[in-house]
């Protein structure tokens, strides 16, 4: 794997949550492959998961993690090609990335989406300055419209959890919020459910809130939540921002917010979130409380995707 922006990076997605699953069973069996071998790590934004889980991945294989954020504690950075920097941006991403190119073995970068406009957010512009310029391998720690990383742990914490001969109804359902989110996770989780093909796979959100095609791609997609619950083993609540609406709230219905009423319409479902969740907005507490909430496991979980990705690139990245 050259990098991992996405699932189309992945020349096998099971054989990348076998390495994830096997790393969890054995966390130091390669301990030796990232000696002497640096992780730049860039954050434009916040995180907790992503950022630790990672650095605890690097460690497992012996490689140091250097944590950057970028938005704090570097120059302002300028994006576009060609501009004259006579504003607030003091550097451009071509030294910027260069220059860390020359540090670290592979970098990886956070950036979010502005929300405001979709075509400069969907073409990944800040990612792909980066992969430009930069020299090494790049990893996504989310981007403007994908997180790899969550959706190859979501997968895994998934699979650990099946062993029927059918395949597990997984529903996404969208739920209500009080800001305006990025699609990356809703996204990303689509296309690894699509790609992976083990899964009976539906989406759920109220109209208006429709993903992108090409992430949701052959989905189950129903307007009428509780019809959509039905039979579900796994739910993955996550509120996302409209697509069409480009970035817009175009519902706060607090029906749509994930309950036990809810959890009566499935098969006893495990319920996922990515986390950060907003209590009592998104899910109640009674569901993240109770006994069919996932949510810490599969945020344990990142380490082992964060490990399998980072070996690959150490094996065969070059
Ligand atoms: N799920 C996730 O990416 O969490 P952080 O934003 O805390 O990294």
């Known amino acids: 794997m050259k990098q991992f922006i996405s699932v189309t990076d992945v020349p096998s997605v099971p054989r990348l949550a076998e ?9 130091y069996k390669d301990k030796g492959i990232g000696e002497n071998k640096k992780l730049g790590m860039i954050f434009l934004n916040p995180s907790l998961r992503t950022r630790l889980s990672t650095q605890v991945a690097a460690s497992n294989l012996g490689m140091e993690a250097i944590v950057f954020n970028i938005d704090k504690e570097g120059w302002a950075l300028e994006m576009k090609d060609g501009v004259i920097m006579s504003g607030n941006t003091t550097e451009h991403v071509k030294e910027a990335a260069a220059v860390m190119g020359q540090y670290f073995d592979i970098l990886s970068i956070r950036t979010f989406p502005g929300l405001k406009n979709k075509d400069e957010d969907y073409t990944e512009k800040y990612i792909h300055q980066f992969i430009k310029y930069a020299g090494k391998p790049v990893v996504s720690l989310e981007s403007a419209t994908l997180h790899p990383l969550q959706s190859l742990t979501d997968l895994i914490t998934i699979k650990e959890r099946w062993n029927q001969p059918r395949k597990p109804k997984v529903v996404m359902t969208w739920a209500p919020h009080v800001k305006a989110l990025p699609q990356a996770v809703p996204n990303s989780f689509a296309e690894w459910m699509n790609a992976w093909g083990e899964v009976d796979f539906t989406i759920t959100h109220p109209e208006g809130y429709e993903l992108d095609p090409k992430f949701s791609g ?16 796994f739910v993955y609540v996550k509120n996302w921002s409209s697509y069409v609406d480009y970035g817009k709230i175009l519902n706060t219905d607090p029906h749509w917010q994930f309950t036990n009423e809810k959890l009566r319409h ?16 998104v899910i109640a507490d009674e569901v993240l409380d109770g006994p069919n909430a996932i949510v810490i496991p599969e945020a344990g979980n990142r380490v082992w ?5 980072l070996s690959e690139i150490l094996k065969h990245g070059k």
């Open 218 to 233: 052959q989905a189950h997609i129903e307007y009428n939540q509780d019809k959509a619950l039905e039979g579900a083993d």
């Open 305 to 309: 995707a964060a490990q399998a990705v």
């Open 19 to 27: 390495i994830a699953l096997d790393y969890k069973k054995n966390p």
């Open 266 to 281: 499935t098969n006893d479902a495990r319920v996922m979130h990515c986390l950060p969740v907003r209590r009592n907005v």
